[in-house]
DNA sequence: TGTATAGTTGCGCTACCATGCAACTATTGT
DNA sequence: ACAATAGTTGCATGGTAGCGCAACTATACA
């Protein structure tokens, strides 16, 4: 019965609704940096969200290099289909900025894949170094 | 998009989870009395959590006199309809007890009411006189 | 080897949530 | 009118969860 749990408190967050979401109408896996690039949201956080997603079995992650790549699970499950079903029809007009700012990311993958890393450098980790005119550094 | 949080988020409980497939199973409504026998919870808790499913518009109330009959929503709504395919799906071997102890209680309506209110006692709030050979009163 | 980049995680803080207890309200029966 | 019963809610407590910050790890490049 937990598990079922873990699943709907997984489901309980407007994050995780979005990053489901966008897998959904992506149609193809996505990295960290373009979901912090269409979300608008820390690197660290959306790191964080996925990772309760994975743990909650929602999504699968595929490596390449150091690039993560995640996607929608492919479980048959008949409980994981009918929570598929259920998202798929919270309405896009709810999420219309984050397809449009989805689709920007992937018109400029290469190949398929994403090679640009976050182009919205304040949504970065703090421990980077972050491209200023000036300014203080740490 | 807080209407779906707020969904998720009540079916983010194992009571409520139980109190929804009590519903689903005994395909008839059910009032907190019957809740608190079947699921062994005190009756103010079941209350608080039939609240909430109510808030969430997964269940709706008919009132009899002082008796307060719970169903679940009939909404034709997709993402409901999902979401309550979802919960058909948690398996009802999770659920045995449950099941066998809202059919007794069934089994003892009459004219598909619920006469006798509470019938294990502890459940109840300690306002109420509790029958006992001594003890203390307040 | 050192640097850069993509991604992950520990810590502390704040807000949220479930529960127990007791008091309460609404309705009905005596 | 009072008592009983079904059901609801306020308050306090303890546990949970999301976030910001900063440090960290894994991998690849120079």
Redesign the pocket.
Known sequence: MQEYIEIF?AL??E?RLRILNLLHSAQTAL???EFTDALEI????V??????LRNAGLITVRKE????YFSLSTSSDSFYQAILEAIKHIPSTLLLKDHKEIDKRLNVRIDGKCL???QKKHLQ?????IPTTGGLT?
């Open positions: 408190k309980s967050d994050t990295c960290v940096c820390p690197q660290y956080n790191s964080r969200h996925l990772k309760i290099g150091r690039w993560v640009l890393g976050i980790g703090k421990s980077k170094p740490k």
